[in-house]
Antibody
């Protein structure tokens, strides 16, 4: 079964760093792009960026460039989303999702989501 | 880049058909045949319903169909069922080599 399993919920303070993960299984992890999507409480989906684990080619949405870092470790089939200094406005659900074979077509497999809460 | 424009809500009775619109620009919806649609239930991850404007992934009911004209894409759900009540999001590939989502539409089955 093709699946993406994300790391568990996080509660952090403003200014702290954080790295959440997304582990792929059931398919060739290095052959598909992995994207990250933010959903703030009660709001819609926002595309953050995408990475190709095969060569770590990474592309960011203009709104998130410089705010987060997307990376991947193909040896353990895992993609990451990290922050160096969290803000309260980073409180949200974060989803990873697999791009289709032609990655611009859409995202066909989604992780279960990781809730990040940033509060003093 | 700005989010694609969707109606905030639509509603319909069981058995009816509804259409959700998704308006962008020539830099996204109008420029590429890479519009996708996602269904999301409260507290759940999104699910891909349509890709490449009008293609359904395996396992998605043929009651769901997609189309596009100019800068506007549409999702039509025919034979509306109670289980279709959810939030729906469109998405498009863009000229910036990224994606953009619509603001989402809440579908209510009356």
């Amino acid at each position: 079964e093709v699946q993406l399993v994300q790391s568990g919920a996080e509660v952090k303070k403003p200014g702290e760093s954080l790295k959440i993960s997304c582990k792929g299984s059931g398919y060739s992890f290095t052959s598909y792009w992995i994207g990250w999507v933010r959903q703030m409480p009660g709001k819609g989906l926002e595309y953050m960026g995408i990475i190709y684990p095969g060569d770590s080619d990474t592309r960011y949405s203009p709104s998130f460039r410089g705010q987060v870092t997307i990376s991947a470790d193909k040896s353990i089939s895992t993609a990451y989303l990290q922050w160096s200094s969290l803000k309260a406005s980073d409180t949200a659900m974060y989803y990873c999702a697999r791009g289709m074979v032609t990655y611009y077509s859409g995202m066909d497999v989604w992780g279960q989501g990781t809730t990040v809460t940033v509060s003093s | 880049q700005s989010a694609l424009t969707q109606p905030a809500s639509v509603s319909g009775s069981p058995g009816q058909s509804i259409t959700i619109s998704c308006t962008g620009t020539s830099s996204d919806v109008g420029g590429y045949n890479y519009v996708s649609w996602y269904q999301q239930y409260p507290g759940k991850a999104p699910k891909l319903m349509i890709y490449d404007v009008s293609n359904r992934p395996s396992g998605v009911s043929n009651r769901f169909s997609g189309s596009k004209s100019g800068n506007t894409a549409s999702l039509t759900i025919s034979g509306l069922q109670a289980e279709d009540e959810a939030d729906y999001y469109c998405s498009s590939y863009t000229s910036s080599s990224t994606w953009v989502f619509g603001g989402g539409t809440k579908l209510t089955v009356l």
